[in-house]
DNA sequence: ATGAAATACTTTAGCGTTCAACTACCTTCT
DNA sequence: AGAAGGTAGTTGAACGCTAAAGTATTTCAT
């Protein structure tokens, strides 16, 4: 409304120059690489998805084995309503149970049981070795470091897990 | 059977150390941020998953833009079921089309239609955006080159597109 | 030439994820 | 105290993906 000049935000994008295109390009490969490799150890030794295990071994983490579901939801980098129905799932193999969280009538608190836990046991070994030949025998210990550095960049800060 | 020694995979795994542990999760975090992104933004903007932009990009770049489905497959990272279900929705949109391969009577040939070309010019200015804001302007140039040969390192080689 | 195996692609069913709507509870403001 | 708005979590519908099975065609071996 005023008369002072206003800087328009380009038409033209900014597009990829041709180094960032060839990272983009490789980054891709390998992030959809690695998620199928992991994905399907998991699911053939374990039938379970990725993000299942993922909680489950946050949840292993955790004090007393057990964390509120907002908590759980962020330490597993899944949405709530993603959580919800993955508990759901996981409860009805008898791997974790929720319970009312007694400091807030509304929370609810996810608890791995002792068959969760003898699972997570199960099942690492195998999830360890598929991100190992995945990923860090591929790579120098330079490139591990590089890996971790650019993965904070991106990620705003390093992992809260 | 015979008295020679064996030498018996190892019972326990090779567990990540320290260094190894903080580069996976931070990966991890990252690339589900970039993923989130990336889907978030071509789904509110084009309404399409990432994965379909990616086809029509593949198309948009090849002679005629027209590929055997099985090429198609491989250049977009996907399976052919995957690819099959996914050119099939795009294919209502009016976006590509599907013809016999005229050598090969098992093959099918996709190719982008002026619509489908149109959308992918549309569309790929936000798309180029999101990925810049969530990669490259985080990461110095030494980064840059950094991750693509760590993807190429982890996917094989250059991607192949 | 002919049968067997491989390749190309599709289809179906089951499952996980997303998005939006919904319930319940807590907090804050007046 | 009471209303308004925020937070925690769940649910249902729609949709994409995976795995397995199915069809059609080509290639290969004899």
Redesign the pocket.
Known sequence: MSRSATIQAPVQPRWLDEQEQLAWRSYLAASRAI??AI??QL??DA??????YEILVRLSEAPDRML??????ERSL????????????LEERGWIT?RA?P????????SLTEQGMAAVVKIAPGHVNAVREQIFDRLTSEQVKALQEIGEAIAGGPANF
Chains 1, 2 share one sequence.
């Open positions: 998620e199928e994905q399907g699911q053939r039938d379970i998805p990725h993000i299942y509120r579901m907002s908590d759980l939801a899944s949405s709530r309503s993603r959580l919800s129905h993955a508990v759901s799932r929720r969280c400091d807030d009538g509304r929370g609810m608190l996810a």
